[in-house]
């Protein structure tokens, strides 16, 4: 998945007319096919080749953030976790997800990306959320209750329209995952603008996408939460064979993914943009489109869809968004300062 998420994390500068976009061929281009590799930089000639009628101001700024970028890769980290039994962690040998190794050979997504630099703040655990609802505390009956009624493989609580939410911001394996989902939105709705000011709102979408990326893995890593076919199937013997609608991600549940890369690109695109109507198409559903009102309604929408889907909670859904949130302001008000 990360080979996929590189490719797109910091392209906001290949929104400008050149010819390697109208091609569709992406600034940031990876240099090696293996998921596992983290020692991915990127050529600084990129911005000439792909950027030949941006201004100069634009390459510069652009220049600026991959050189950070670059400094910050992480090279050769070996594939080490903790493993845990106790209940509300990660069960290490399930019907659900083997933690170590996958059956098929391929290992858990990414568990050292949360030990990567961000581009706009010291560490990754600088906006670490608390930990998780636990058996026992307020509010976490609840949560179990939610998922297991709606994300339900043979749910008949979850109308079709939630189904078909869960399916349109599913962004699986293949996909340009929830980012990329993100991006086309963020060229949608730039696409009337000055290059230039494209150009910086779709960076700075970008450096939000990427470090809330690593904040979002730091969640998931240190608290090693456990997903909620796990924490149903042990809930009750009577729910022993639940199944949820998605096919759960080989990595820990809390915070939401999702949620945190939604929470981040409504605020930054909301901070440039104000509250606006727009639409956005699905590639791998046919184009299906959907219409929103507004960046923040997309984002409850695509945090919600994990528990349709059946492989979140609802308060890692909220605690991922509000994650997002907080690594964008910081992003929002620290990237024009850096570069100046």
Known sequence: MWGLLRNIFVLGAIVLA????????????????????????????????????????S????????TRYNASVLSDRKLLWPKSSEPGEIQPWTSEVNYTW???????VSPNWGLNTPFTFDRPDRFRPSPPLRMGDAGYDAALNDVLIYGDLHSEVRTPDQSLISAF???????????GQWNLIGLNVTSHLPPETRTEIMLVLNI???????????????YQYWRPQTAITASDPEYADWEPMMQPPFHPEYVSGH????????????????????CVVAPELSDL?????????????????????????????????????????????TVKLSVD
């Open 208 to 222: 939000a996408l990427y470090d809330v990326g690593i904040a979002a893995w730091d969640a998931k890593y240190h």
């Open 259 to 278: 949620s945190a890369f939604s929470g981040a690109a409504s605020t930054v695109l909301q901070h440039y943009l104000g509250n606006v109507d727009f």
């Open 102 to 108: 996958q059956p098929n050979g391929y290992p858990i």
């Open 289 to 333: 489109e959907r219409c929103y009102e507004g960046f923040e309604a997309a984002a409850q929408e695509a945090g919600r869809s994990r528990i349709f889907g059946g492989i979140h909670f609802e308060f890692s859904n909220q605690a991922g968004l509000k994650l997002g949130r907080d690594v964008a302001e910081h992003v929002i008000s």
């Open 169 to 179: 911001w599913a962004n699986g394996p293949g996909t340009g995952t929830s980012p």
């Open 18 to 57: 050149s010819p390697a976009f109208a091609q569709g061929t992406h600034l940031f281009s990876p240099l090696t096919t293996d998921p596992l590799d983290t020692a991915f930089q990127v050529p600084l000639s990129h911005v000439e080749t792909h950027l030949l009628n941006a201004p100069e101001a």
């Open 59 to 66: 390459r510069l700024y652009l220049e600026h953030w991959i």
